[in-house]
């Protein structure tokens, strides 16, 4: 069963910087697309960034384009989430998910796992 662990998250500035991580373990990471998702309080969970499962290629919401970077690290099981010039709306619980199936680009929403982690709090102060 995949498991999935997600860390950095914290209290920090209008326009300062967070690098999110999350550890997957259960499932062979390096054949699996990615992505980074967040919820704020009274809302649904949305996509931020995904990354395919050879890195090759990234896609960003239109809220966070130009600012947030997603990459991965295969040999360490690890997705990061590099957070810049954050804004008060960045506010949310930040989840990673990964794809239910092999070998995908992490482009549809519909193609993620129902699997989760505990979440990372970012909370962005003004």
């Known amino acids: 069963q995949v498991q999935l662990v997600e860390s950095g998250g914290g209290l920090v500035q209008v326009g300062g910087s967070l690098r999110l991580s999350c550890v997957v373990s259960g499932r062979t990471f390096s054949r699996f697309a990615m992505g980074w998702f967040r919820q704020a309080p009274g809302g649904e969970r949305v996509v931020v960034a995904t990354?395919?499962?050879?890195?090759?290629?990234?896609s960003y919401a239109d809220s966070v384009k130009g600012r947030f970077t997603i990459s991965r690290d295969n040999p360490k099981n690890t997705v990061y989430l590099q957070m810049n010039s954050v804004k008060p709306e960045d506010t949310a619980v930040y989840y990673c998910?990964?794809?239910?199936?092999?070998?995908?680009?992490?482009?549809?929403?519909?193609?993620?796992?129902?699997?989760w982690g505990q979440g990372t709090q970012v909370t962005v102060s003004s």
């Open positions: 990354i395919a499962w050879n890195g090759l290629r990234t």
């Open positions: 998910g990964i794809e239910s199936h092999p070998y995908g680009l992490g482009t549809h929403r519909s193609s993620f796992s129902d699997s």
